[in-house]
């Protein structure tokens, strides 16, 4: 059919502004934001589908595969609470195991919500209004949230603490002075281009990288050492590890922290080029990741027994090299403030999309929708960076750990299933990428994740303070957002009657 054709047919449509869709023809076949886009309504006459898909983000496999590994790991800082909780062994299949298990099949799952059409950054809060409508995308909005805003605070705080483990000349205030300056350039760097800023993501990466690769190197002849660690003939601390010694909440905690952040990758789904490439660069990042950790954790137990305190990993590396201390030291202030920055990226796009009604309830106030020229969700950032100032002081780095498992545990089960209930339910609606094995691909992914996310689930309530923590910081939340929305309903019912 003539192109013309279709241009005098279908002027009128109205536009969807979602920069994932553009139509093979400039201004036509759209529909309404709100408006959930089926096989049915996409396609008319002999007018295909695919033609709705064509991509114009900015985001490329390289700048995914970057921001994904930056958002997720950005270096094998934190490993060592695992090690000292359950062993070196255990830790090593674990880094594996959770790779499989855990992470594959919820970059599957979040590449299809995300990439289910209209596309926005709404992440778990959209996909779940979808299946579920508003009120129940209220409470995991609110929870969501509560989750960010406390897993950003372990980046921090892990550089405090990698400040204070090195037996250096500190002043007590200095360590303080690096997480808020952390704080501080996390902030300056969100207010730039997403694209920059993954670009600045990519060269840290290599950056963050380099004195661990020097350091396995020169680790490789005493590997033999780490073997026996491994295989359990010497102790990894110097002295038998009890089994009450063991601490599964800590060590189930800490690998979940490790390996968290591939949801969240959903709130910059409207950025990316095209869905194969999203999926592509998560996959890749995935990969990556638990390599990174076994190599670079063989290459510490390489040095001998040690005390797997947080901060160890430059301790053991300087034991070849002492020059490796510092560096790695540096490093790890460098790779938390990544993880930091990745993260509030991802964090402050939230936000921003819960201040505008363009794509469903409005659940903040207008003044977070508000960006700079350069897209930056300006209001959201310095929000966020207030709260994180005052999360930081006070409260160490396991705590904080299994408080955002607890938290994030809750949004798994919502996106798992909202993801069954689409799936299922609404085959109707396009998507641009679907799990592999359709409807057994999807029951395969809940096959696995239901176990996992039950044990973790268990296992993160048996702290009372940490189920206080959560229940206190959901509530104090959802406290502030009920009376901003009682206002508002007030605010609407006295103009209906002027």
Request: proline share 5%.
């Amino acid at each position: 059919m003539p192109c013309t054709d279709h241009r005098e047919e279908n002027i009128d449509r109205p536009k969807l502004r979602s920069p994932l869709l553009q139509s093979k023809f400039d201004d036509i076949y759209f529909a309404m934001p709100d408006v959930e886009l089926t096989e049915a309504s996409l396609t008319e006459g002999d007018v295909a589908v695919s033609w709705m898909a064509i991509p114009t983000g900015g985001l490329n496999k390289r700048h995914v595969t970057a921001f994904s590994f930056a958002m997720v790991c950005a270096g094998p800082f934190g490993v060592e609470s695992c090690i000292r909780s359950f062993g070196a062994a255990w830790s090593c299949l674990g880094f594996v195991l959770t790779a499989v298990i855990y992470c594959l099949p919820q970059i599957f799952m979040t590449s299809e919500l995300s990439m289910m059409l209209p596309v926005n950054n709404g992440g778990v809060v959209a996909w779940v209004q979808r299946a579920f409508g508003k009120v129940v995308a209220a409470t995991v909005a609110l929870n969501m949230i509560m989750y960010q805003m406390v897993d950003l605070a372990t980046y921090p705080t892990l550089v405090l603490e990698y400040a204070e483990a090195v037996h250096s000349d500190f002043y007590p205030w200095i360590p303080a002075l690096c997480s808020i300056v952390v704080l501080l350039m996390g902030l300056a760097l969100n207010l730039c281009n997403v694209e920059v800023a993954t670009n600045i993501y990519m060269w840290l990466v290599v950056l963050i990288l380099l004195p661990f690769i020097v350091g396995v190197c020169i680790s490789v002849p005493c590997w033999p050492v780490a073997w026996e660690a491994l295989i359990g003939s010497e102790s990894v601390t110097g002295k038998p590890q009890e089994p009450r010694q063991m601490d599964f909440n800590v060590f189930l905690s800490t690998m979940m922290w490790l390996n968290t952040g591939w949801d969240s990758m959903g709130n910059l789904a409207s950025e990316v080029k095209s869905p194969v490439v999203f999926v592509q660069g998560l996959t890749a990042a995935s990969f990556m990741i638990p390599l990174l950790y076994v190599v670079c954790t063989i290459g510490a137990l390489a040095a001998g027994p040690g005390s797997w305190d947080d901060g160890y990993l430059a301790v053991a590396y300087g034991k070849f090299w002492p020059p490796l201390t510092p560096w790695i030291v540096t490093m790890a202030g460098v790779g938390n403030f990544l993880l930091y920055v990745s993260e509030l990226t991802c964090i402050a796009h939230l936000l921003q999309s819960m201040g505008s009604a363009e794509h469903g309830e409005q659940l903040l106030p207008k003044i977070f929708a508000r960006k700079l020229t350069s897209g930056a969700p300006v209001v959201a950032l310095l929000v966020v960076t207030l709260i994180e100032c005052g999360l930081v002081v006070g409260l160490n780095f396991d705590y904080l750990v299994q408080l955002s498992t607890l938290l994030h545990v809750f949004a798994f089960w919502f996106s798992l299933a909202a993801f069954l209930h689409l799936k299922f339910f609404r085959s109707d609606v396009v998507r641009l990428w679907s799990v592999p094995g359709g409807v057994v691909g999807a029951l395969a992914i809940a096959a696995v994740k239901v176990p996992v996310l039950t044990i973790m689930l268990v296992s993160a309530c048996t702290k009372v303070d940490v189920i206080v923590g959560a229940l206190f910081s959901n509530g104090a939340f959802a406290l502030l957002i009920g009376l901003w929305m009682s206002t508002r309903r007030s605010e609407h019912h006295n103009n209906g009657h002027l």
